[in-house]
């Protein structure tokens, strides 16, 4: 189908756009690579009167590198990630799951602020965000606000970026100690994921610092506090994951056309046991 | 009545102006606007790859475009690929593979393919299952669409 119609603006500064989505109250949606709005708007599940182009924005693009943090541009594509100079040694997580992201022509378009905001729960970079401890940084009328990924993800398609805010960057601190394990499992290389799973660990033998989120499990891409802690301190062999496993019980696992919520239970299980194979090999 | 906006574009070489409803996608301004029906409308959100183009040299869904969002960008669509010569390699390995059946996803594909083997791809068939797989065919099974841009990146590193 095609998307209704809407009235277009492309504002020229980050104060501009705001502006725009404080005036319209939440009847105003941003345009970032519109590779998931643009589906959602052609099915018409989304509708909205104001569509805000944010591309010419060069506010929300760039990616910096200080000693202590990367920090990304809301508007910058997935592509332009790939292709930093910086990204295997700095972000080598977000490194290995790009090309598990969408597809190529996709990635081409697609931002990372763009995903982050929508927070579809199958969706790769809201778990990365957990996983690597990222601060997402907003700005509305009332100025700058930093909220950090485990308070930014809240349920359904809901994030803690309000109708009058925008995603400025990310900002993920370095951990070039760290260790990184990323599996996902799909049934076609790029779809979305049934089940997947991003890693942070702080060292391998014994496992400690864990992060692990989940994506595509449940409303939302999340991190069980107990399943990390009961592998903490654990080498991650197969009794280890066989007595952290229970833990997992504590998502609210969603089942869909493609797969039910016990299929979907088993999967998540699976992706942890293949992601801390690779990390430990 | 949509809302209508002005563009200016340069698609294969050529600039466009046009006012164009906001709303309209920018495979159907290609196709309805400047009568460039090489690119295909399958799916309309994405997932099939029939109206993949270039926008400033990178590979796109034309779907999950709007034709405003073009405005002062640089397009090519299969047409301008053919012209130019570029996709002259994949069309002859496609048409000697047997590549397609019904022909609906060749554009998409041979614009997905362009990308990976202008990218440097090398001649690996998973790595090139995986770069098009954002790309539907439902005649051929994949195998020789993957066999075809085989060759072409093979050829290259033997030219």
Sequence with gaps: MKAPDFDYLRPGTLAEAIAILSEHEGEAQPLA???SLMPMMNFRVAAPAVLVDLSALSELRGITRTDTSVRIGAMTRYRELADWANICTDLPLIAVALPHIAHDAIRNRGTIGGSLALADAAAEMPALMLALGATIELMGPN????????DFFQGFYD????ADELIVAVDIPLAPEAKFGFHELVQRHGDYAMAGVAIKATSLAPLS??????????DRALRVPALEAALDGTSGDEAAIAAALPALEAIEFEGDLKVSAKTRAHYAGVAL?????EMLA | MSKTKDISLTVNGEVLTANVPVRMNLVDFLRHEAGLTGSHVGCEHGVC?????????DTVRGCLMLAVQADGATVTTIEGLADSGRSAALIAAFTRRNALQCGFCTPGMLASAIAYVEGGGIADKQAIRDHISGNYCRCTGYQSVVDAIHDVVTEGASA
């Design chain 1, 159 to 162: 994030t803690a970026c309000e």
């Design chain 1, 33 to 35: 690579g519109g590779q």
């Design chain 1, 273 to 277: 046991k293949r992601a801390l194979a």
């Design chain 2, 49 to 57: 790859g029939a109206c993949t183009i270039e926008v400033n040299s």
């Design chain 1, 143 to 150: 100025g700058t606000r930093h909220v950090p990924a485990d």
């Design chain 1, 209 to 218: 610092g864990l992060r692990i989120a989940f994506f595509g499990v449940s």
